[in-house]
């Protein structure tokens, strides 16, 4: 096959940093108009792969041909000049600036000669709202971005890349804080640019959006490239086999829980906050794992937020162990045995530029406190070693920055944080986000071995395999209304949805 085939070729690439390669010898071809999809457990290398592409880091090895000819970017302008474009997982547009302006950002429109230019405001307007029309998308450009939803945002950075005449456009997780029907739109634009000859370069741990979506799959693991398949000819299974080198017989652990006495009981709760949760009532047992279900603006985050101390309460009562309590702050969570893994794990759960030990020990830093008001460094190392090889946390070292880490590891992390503090209810909001197969695995065990030791679980999930395969029984929200509790051994996902659009 000749290289005119392919719009992108990626031979050899190698990557090193401190204590680990990060990819080796890694080749993967990718021809126009198609939707190759690359996929891997988290830490496999597909992020390093692509941000060597995009210029932010340089290979130690190898060489990247663009259309035929050789490329070498020192940064991603030169790579956006040369038409690749790359839309993060991790938005970060200017929130106080307008559409038009954060599309055109760097670049804008000027008008004028000499010392009178001025940004041509009206090419900007015409110019945006044509982009928008080719993609069929309904955006003022003229509002502000603060005002606009993840999937608005999102639909932004599209634009701009479109707006580069792009060749290659990168999707890092595209899809991970989307509704149904925003990623149905996004699928939608996806097409329209790969009949326009787009090779779109689309990196997700969701099965079933790369088996629609995709024409080609490139599977990676450990900074290696396992292979390059058609997606026609791949399966779910298949695909989970080759991402972790083993066959997973099930996607869940065997569970041996048994839910005994209600340790948390909440009646009538209802939020100081406007259009949030009002009279929520239910309770959770002993070594019970309670899932959560419900849709996007169903009010969950909200409830246990409130729970912990994190929000403030109108009415209604919390009891632990049968006494009443009032949780104004996470303090007294914490000192009431409650610990909180938040979903957003980057935005309010890692501290990024601390290492792997610091974030261990932060929760509980005063048990390592001595007398004379000094930490106790090496006890809080031994437990932070303990913890690391406990959880199966792969990192060089307990010095290594958390933020170095995979998604799955960072998350183990933040297990092993709320678990130093020794608590009784665990709240997991999302607690596979963003997390490969092989990694959820592990999470899934560890939520399944604290509930067997009589930990309490309290777990929200927009997945609907994850609540059907980790719950003891599912509570389901819908626009901040509790309207339905299942067993979760007979719960099916038609009634979980039914429940979860019963105000709607």
């Not at 606009?148 to 804080?177: F, G």
Request: aromatic share 6%; with cysteine; proline share 4%.
């Amino acid at each position: 096959m000749g290289a005119s085939d392919f719009i992108l070729e990626m031979n050899g690439i190698s990557k090193s940093f401190p204590g680990v390669k990060a990819l080796d010898d890694v080749t993967i071809k990718i021809r126009p108009g198609t939707v190759h999809a690359l996929m891997g457990e988290n830490g496999a290398g597909k992020s390093t792969l692509m941000k060597c592409l995009f210029g932010i880091y340089i290979p130690d090895e190898g060489e990247i041909k663009l259309a035929g000819d050789r490329v070498a970017f020192q940064n991603s302008r030169q790579a956006l000049d040369h038409g690749i474009s790359m839309i993060h997982q991790e938005l970060l547009p200017v929130p106080y600036r307008s559409v038009m302006e954060n599309l055109w950002l760097g670049r804008y429109p000027i008008k004028g000669l000499g010392p009178f230019k001025l940004i041509d405001q009206k090419k900007m307007y015409d110019d945006t709202k044509r982009i928008f029309a080719e993609l069929n998308m309904d955006l003022d450009p003229r509002i502000w971005v603060r005002n606009l939803s993840v999937s608005k945002i999102q639909s932004i950075e599209i634009a701009k890349a479109v707006s580069y005449k792009s060749k290659v456009i990168i999707m890092d997780e595209p899809t991970s804080s989307l509704t149904e029907n925003e990623v149905a739109h996004l699928f939608g634009i996806i097409r329209r640019l790969r009949a326009e000859g787009v090779a779109i370069i689309y990196i997700s741990h969701k099965m079933e959006e790369i088996l629609e979506i995709s024409d080609e799959v490139s599977i990676m693991r450990d900074g290696r490239h396992v292979g390059t398949y058609a997606a026609k000819d791949l399966t779910t299974d298949l695909i989970i086999s080759k991402m972790v080198g083993r066959d997973l017989s099930s996607r869940f652990p065997k569970r041996e829980n048994l839910p005994g006495d209600v340790v948390l009981k909440v009646e009538g709760l209802c939020s100081a906050e406007t259009r949030s949760f009002r009279d929520v009532s239910f309770e959770l047992r002993k070594g019970e794992i309670l899932g959560i279900g419900g849709l996007v603006g169903a009010k969950r985050t909200e409830l246990v937020e409130s729970l912990f101390g994190l929000r403030p309460i109108e009415s209604g009562t919390i009891s632990l162990n049968g006494g009443i309590v009032d949780i104004g702050a996470p303090t007294e969570a914490i000192r009431r045995k409650m610990a909180l893994l938040t979903e957003e794990r980057r935005a309010t759960g890692i501290v990024p530029m601390l290492s792997v030990s610091d974030n261990t020990l932060i929760a509980n830093l005063r048990r390592y406190v001595r007398r004379i008001g000094l930490l106790d460094e090496k006890r809080g190392a031994e437990d932070v070693k303990r913890s690391i090889a406990s959880l199966r946390v792969k990192t060089p070292t307990a010095r290594t920055r958390i933020k170095d880490l995979s998604g799955g590891n960072q998350q183990k992390v933040l297990f092993a944080r709320w678990l130093l503090t020794e608590p009784e209810i665990l709240i997991l909001d999302e607690p596979t986000r963003g997390i490969d197969v092989g990694a959820k695995y592990e999470i899934y065990s560890i939520i399944a071995d604290l509930a067997k030791r009589g930990k309490s679980i309290i777990m929200i999930s927009s997945e609907m395999p994850e609540l059907l395969g980790m719950s003891d029984r599912i509570m389901v929200m819908c626009e901040g209304r509790l309207t339905g509790v299942l067993d979760g051994a007979t719960a099916n996902q038609e009634e979980i949805m039914r429940l979860a659009t019963q105000f709607m």
